[in-house]
């Protein structure tokens, strides 16, 4: 190793590759130990240090198990946050229950808990600089680039590396404050709906419904409208608005046929961004929160929707403080900054009990939409909870598409309000046309294939049996409409079940009870033929009077048969009115014999 040239070693620690980022451990572990050992420690620390200012992700968590304890109420202490970390699985994580009393012994006094936060929250600042600054220097500038974008560039991250709490800026509390003379002067009442009318700027609704409902195709068609100024649901078009659709459960492959299947494609996304299995943290975590929220600022968005949200969270789905932690991590922060957002979710085994996973999923929400699919493309959109009530409480949509093999047509796929309009441009030949022509003949929504294939064929309507099949079962899903108390504009006025859906007697039909492509006039189709009287001996009715192919008698009306029809005579021999016997000569055949009777 004689040809090796050594570093002096002061030289190697001042090197860059042999720095650490500003960061006080022992300042950490102070905090820490001071809010284990009072509670007005967990306040003071709490006022000025997020979760993620902290260097260690050990010290993060145990932060994050003190005030989630806390704010239940019990005592956050060595035997509670120990048992916490248990039931989280965390607590070999960050070194055991002896870590935890080693914090006890490294805060020499909670009273000084104020001064330990802001000597961690002062570093936290330092990292962020540094970082930003770092992001800075690797853009660098090659004379190829616009010296305003990146002068632009690096003014945000410098902005966003220093907007923390600091003398010139308002606290976090003192910013929860409201100004009364603005706020009254605010008229909210008049805030006008996003297009859709499914929720308003800056609140936050779940769309939940089963599996392969179709969620995702009628909330990206309705983004991807909203991010491109379109109108939507009958609204008129708005101006567009930036949104982040954050997505970890659809293919690539999926996004880009439903996109262009709407109408979208390059140049046609508008203010659009979409995260496809983005590498974030879980949301109901400090961590999770901060990674969603420099999306959000990275693209500027207004609005953000998560699907499915489930994906995006680490906690038991039915443990309610998986949903509180979700609530004070994102969505909390997105709803103080005025940001909307949309989540989906999947329908619990229990339709009526709504979403699967703890209730505490509705109940930081404004609105909760139920989505249910009645078959032949029909869609009912239930606002099951609501804070405000702002907004329409229910839609009925048509789902329309048209498939070109197995692919779906560009620009052809869309969500309408259900209006006859609409329902008459089913092509003549469609299932959606065949449901109507059953419609028209009065069968009952619960008529099987037997039933149906015998009427249609009275009626003289040929077609395939495949698509008879098709029909009778989306006519039988229109009885899939959950209960009269849940979504009662799917029922007629009146007892369930008194006339059953799909009779033509009743004068104000619901629209959601014909399939799209049906017709709300009656059908051209003349009316089918009175059916045959029965024949004599078969079943109830008047015996058949069949014309016969042989002679009457002229006197008694009935055949004429044997010797007296094959010589002509016109009536029976006991019905000759004047003889009471056969004629003396036959009407045809003069030499016939006479015989007798």
Known sequence: MSNVRHMPRDQADNDDFTRVPPQDIEAEQAVLGGMLLARDAIADATRILTPSELYRPAHETIFIAIVDVDAKGEPADVVTITAELTKRGQLQRIGGAAYLHQLLQAVPTSAHVEHYAEIVHEHAVRRRIVEAATRITQWGYDGSGDIDDLLTSSRKEI??????????????????????????????????????????PGQQITIVGDGKAGKSLLVQEWLWRMATGQAFLGDRPQPAIPLLY?????????????FLSYGAGPGRMGLMSYASFPPIRPLDTAGGGADLLAMVHETEAQLVCLDTVSRFISGPENDSDTWLSLYRHTLLPLKRAGIASVRLDHMGKDHERGARGSSAKTQDVDHVWELRSQGGGTVVLKRTHTRTGIGPDSFVLVRQSQ????????????HVLMEY????????????WLMGRIDDLGLPNDAGNPRTIAALAHAGIKIGKDKIAAAVRNRKNRDNLGSPETFPETFPEGVPGERSPGTPAESTKPQVKRSPGTSGERSPTPPSP????????????????????????????????????????????????????????????????????
């Open 246 to 258: 954050v997505d970890a459960e659809n293919g690539h492959q999926d996004i880009q046929e439903r």
């Open 530 to 597: 009175p059916s045959p009287p029965l024949r004599e001996g078969k079943g109830e009715g008047s015996p058949a009077t069949d014309t016969p192919d042989t002679p009457l008698c002229t006197v008694c009306s009935t055949p004429l048969t044997g010797y007296r029809l094959d010589r002509g005579y016109d009536t029976h021999l006991a019905c000759d009115p004047e003889t009471g016997s056969h004629p003396n000569t036959p009407q045809d055949d003069a030499n016939a014999p006479h015989d007798a009777a």
């Open 159 to 200: 902005e966003t590396a220093t907007a923390v709490r600091g003398a010139a800026q308002p606290t976090h509390l003192a910013g929860a404050l409201l100004d009364w003379d603005p706020f009254y002067a605010t008229d909210f009442g008049s805030v006008e709906l996003l297009p859709g009318k499914l929720l308003a």
């Open 403 to 414: 498939k070109d093999g197995d692919h779906y047509r560009p620009g052809c796929t869309r």
């Open 421 to 432: 309009e609409h329902i008459e441009e089913a092509a003549e030949g469609s299932v959606e």
